[in-house]
């Protein structure tokens, strides 16, 4: 299978002859999702630019879908790196899907580091 944007502006699969095995990243997620459980997801969960497709697969099904886009943003508590996630987060602000901040929304990320109030 092969993932174009071909229809609308929306991602379709377009079956090929051969075994295709992509790696699970970027383009290779939505394949990799048909190929294994045949449909688009209900619920998806991401944090960086390597999860757009799947989140794009998801929203353009028709269907009821949740997007979840966690914002690596604590320094302080986590390794904050935003870096691979700049389109990510520019997509789901514009496509009001939903956006998880570790720094508001998280009150414990690791059991022996609190949140500072």
């Not at 174009?4 to 051969?18: C, T």
């Not at 353009?60 to 879908?65: E, I, M, T, V, W």
């Not at 935003?82 to 990320?109: F, G, Q, T």
């Amino acid at each position: 299978m092969k993932l174009d944007k071909i229809f609308n502006g929306k991602p379709v699969l377009v079956r090929q002859l051969g075994i295709v095995e992509p790696f699970n990243v970027g383009a290779g997620k939505p394949i990799n999702i048909q190929l294994y459980i045949g449909r688009p997801p209900i619920l998806t969960g991401g944090n960086s630019n390597g999860d757009i497709e799947m989140m794009e697969f998801a929203a353009a099904s028709g269907k009821p879908f949740l997007n979840l886009l966690v914002h690596h943003d604590d320094g302080d508590r986590e390794y904050a790196y935003d870096r691979s996630a700049e389109r990510a987060l520019v997509m789901a602000k514009e496509r009001n899907w939903n956006i998880i901040s570790m720094k508001r929304d998280w009150l414990r990320i690791f059991p022996f580091k609190e949140r500072n109030s």
